[in-house]
């Protein structure tokens, strides 16, 4: 017999398993094929390539077209180094809250969708809801892509999509897009009292950096009305990481930085990658006339789409009708959301507990967004059941 989960048992479940990225999500994924192959539910697989994480995907009711993705991830981030007061991968419920590492961020949802399974399948539904549960998220959104490209492959193909990352339950429709590089400098090493004949790594890094920061200056001064409801209400270029040189008086021979772009929705997030890029085609051409050794380097650690406001979106609609709100958000987080929205699916993000407990210690969720969420899920069944 199928075993049946309250929404707070799921999540009980859930946070058990170590899913912090650098781990396997194996486990889970097993867990929830299980659990719905009970219920008589057919899930697929979408493996890494090390064959140690999956993505996992499932449609419950009639193979038609229409229906809706309820879209969470996996994994969860890394607890070491920070002061829990109780066990991060076993729920406590203290004073109205449910404490464990993912609780918010974002196994609350996931536990919401899969607890309401078996109502699910009991309704009569008009519509499909698939369930779409990725891998590796948090390291720079690498697991839904293939996911949802076997899903455009495989049949039937939903109308809009749901990721439910803590948003208070509250509609968010749009948030920036993030490109994540680090950039490798070599220079050519002399003594510092030879300057003019090496060519100073750490110095031509900080050129680099500079023109970030130039960037930042120019985009700060000319906010747009329709960029207002971000926060900040522009493109911003950051470092955060640097390390490089030898010793004080030495021309230094490397130096690798970050670089974090976040950029409005509505700009061109692979033109600001290019744009940089250019730059330090620009700066290398000048450093190799003094040393040809002299190199920039730049590696992607991440590119992740900006999920853009819709003007009459249809997942726009159908969370408002079920949720009774009238207005949206805009959120500072990025999410896969702008993914699921190239792929070809009306895009909103909601979902239960607060962004500020993301990835913090003695991480938690209130019982109420709990409650809440269980509240919309049975919206949402009985909307698609029309």
């Known amino acids: 017999m199928a075993e049946r989960y309250t929404a707070k048992e799921m999540l009980a479940k859930l946070v058990s398993f170590q899913t912090v990225s650098h781990n396997s999500n194996l486990d889970l994924v097993q867990f929830v094929e299980n659990y719905l192959e009970g219920f008589g539910i057919a899930a697929h697989r979408v493996p890494d390539a090390t064959g140690e994480k999956a993505s996992l995907f499932a449609h419950i009711g009639p193979s038609v077209d229409g229906g809706v993705i309820l879209s969470g991830h996996t994994d969860v981030v890394p607890v070491e180094g920070q002061p829990w007061s109780t066990d991060p991968f076993a729920l406590t419920e203290k004073d109205g809250r449910l404490y464990g590492r993912g609780a918010c961020d974002m196994k609350g949802f996931l536990a919401l969708a899969l607890a309401a399974v078996p109502d699910m399948i009991a309704a009569p539904l008009s519509r499909p809801i698939h369930l779409a549960l990725s891998y590796d998220e948090e390291v720079g959104c690498l697991g839904a892509p293939p996911m949802i490209e076997a899903m455009n492959a495989s049949g039937p193909r939903a109308a809009t999509c749901i990721v439910g990352e803590p948003s208070m339950m509250q509609i968010a429709d749009g948030h920036k897009g993030v490109c994540g590089l680090t950039v490798s400098v070599r220079g050519f090493e002399v003594h510092s009292s030879l300057l003019p004949t090496g060519v100073s790594a ?176 049975s919206a949402l069944i009985a909307d698609l059941s029309r």
Not at 240 to 245: E, S, T, Y
């Open 202 to 377: 750490v110095m031509t890094a900080a050129r680099l950096i500079t023109w970030l920061h130039e960037r930042n200056v120019k985009n700060a001064a000319n906010v747009r009305d329709e960029d207002l409801a971000f926060a900040p209400p522009f493109t911003t270029l950051h470092s955060g990481i640097i390390a490089g040189g030898t010793a004080h008086n030495i021309t230094a021979l490397d130096c690798n930085f970050t670089v974090d772009i976040r950029a409005i929705p509505t700009e061109d997030l692979h033109g600001w990658k290019e744009r940089f890029t250019a730059y330090c085609k620009e700066v290398e051409t000048e450093i190799r006339t003094i040393r040809p050794e002299a190199a920039i380097t730049i590696e992607e650690r991440a590119i992740v789409e900006g999920l853009q406001p819709e003007k009459d979106g249809a997942a726009d609609a159908l969370v408002r009708r079920i949720s009774g709100q009238n207005a949206s958000v805009k959120v500072p987080y990025g999410t896969e959301g702008g993914q699921f929205q190239a792929g070809g699916y009306s895009t909103v993000i909601c979902g239960p507990g607060s962004i500020d407990q993301a990835h913090q210690p003695d991480e938690f969720i209130s019982i109420e967004q709990l409650e809440k969420g269980e509240r919309f899920m």
